[in-house]
């Protein structure tokens, strides 16, 4: 089973004077959903968006309301247009797990991490561990560029995952080998 994502884009006029784009021209709104969650969560922007209308109590009437929502693709996904922005919603083919097949045999362990800021590297000022809210196994991608990763030894691993944290990892300790390898990934598309 796929999941879904809802992005959003406009052009560079607005991408410059919209928070919610902040610059950008295409955004993520929301990732790693399940096909009935992105249905809800695309309606509700498209009821929050046209406010000043009847909302829609679903996206059958959304399109015969005629203000931008367009009908349910042959692929399941649906989009609305919005004041010069397009939110849709896509599909995310690419298990993670199948992709990173390879580093994933290699280690003892996977780390998910999403980006805090704008600055994507490993060290512990940008990332914060998503391992508590995603299930690495379930994770879709639409390719490889969506995603960082390393695979990790133990100076690596506490020189820039812990780099400001008071402890340190010891992979003997922690995983019976010293020369074990941790396979560090990141989310770049997963809002935090």
Known sequence: MSKYRITGRTNGWIAQRDSTFNGRCEITIADQLELKDAYKKLLDMY???NNNYPSA???GIAVRQDRGA???FPDGTRRYEYD???YEIVELPEKIADLL???VEKCACVELYGYVNHHHSYHTDNIVSL??????KELYCTDINEIDFEVM???DYNNTVLANACDSVDFEELYGDKNAKVLVVV???YKV
């Open 84 to 86: 010069s922005r397009v």
């Open 187 to 189: 989310l770049k598309n």
């Open 101 to 103: 097949k390879e580093e």
């Open 57 to 59: 109590p679903n996206w």
């Open 153 to 155: 030894d133990e100076d």
């Open 47 to 49: 009821n929050e968006d």
């Open 70 to 72: 367009q009908a349910t």
């Open 131 to 136: 391992d508590d809210e995603l299930n690495f």
